[in-house]
């Protein structure tokens, strides 16, 4: 073999991503939402009223985590979609407060990521991403 397994290139991103999520997960852990969820609401905060399609190509999500997580938190009441052909997602009341209130922890959360990678770390994870895409 060319390669030995610990060196896969996909499988260390992998891992460096569970590394993140579970950090953002503790973070979240007294909130009802997943990262993705919050970066959904973030999104719809943003823009609005936004189309689903949209939300996906902002945060490069598939189009099946999108209508999951946007049913899951049409459920609990953070967001609500217009009855159009593309109906547009829009924060609730709830949503707004939710927002506002993980504004906050994301900002602490981000804080820690970026003092632990420091600026060659940041540098570093852009310079990867340009180069991947």
Known sequence: MKYEFEHCI???LRQISRLVDNIFRSALADFDVTENQMTILFVVSKFE???QGVIGQVLSLE?????RNV???SN???ISKSLDY???ISLSKDGVILVNKLIPIWEDTMSLLTDK???KGISNLNELEQKIK
């Open 10 to 12: 996909g499988s260390r």
């Open 49 to 51: 009223n936004v189309e």
């Open 63 to 67: 189009r099946s985590t999108v209508s």
């Open 71 to 73: 049913k899951m938190l």
């Open 76 to 78: 609990k009441g953070y």
């Open 86 to 88: 593309r109906p547009l």
């Open 117 to 119: 990678l420091g600026p």
